[in-house]
């Protein structure tokens, strides 16, 4: 079974919308700020990633991680 879970985010320097990929199933949640270590279960997988819009194609990462339950980050 192959896992193709895709999210959607925005160019945080145009706002283009695209879908990026997950890398795999224990990194489901995306941001493209450093997430805050009490919302992080695990590590932090770093993808950089390039803006496909053709008037900006700017830099990026984009940060994968699995999710602490609300109730854990007390």
């Known amino acids: ?28 949640s995306a941001t493209l700020e450093v997430p805050q270590e009490n919302k992080v279960a695990g590590d932090v997988i770093k993808q950089n990633h390039f803006c496909r819009n053709p008037e900006c194609q ?4 984009i940060y994968w991680f699995d999710s602490t339950i609300y109730m854990d980050r007390l």
Request: net charge negative; charged share 30%; with cysteine.
């Open 1 to 28: 079974m192959v896992f193709d879970e895709k999210i959607i985010l925005e160019c945080p320097n145009c706002h283009w919308i695209f879908e990026a990929k997950a890398p795999d199933k224990s990194h489901w």
């Open 58 to 61: 700017k830099n990026f990462i």
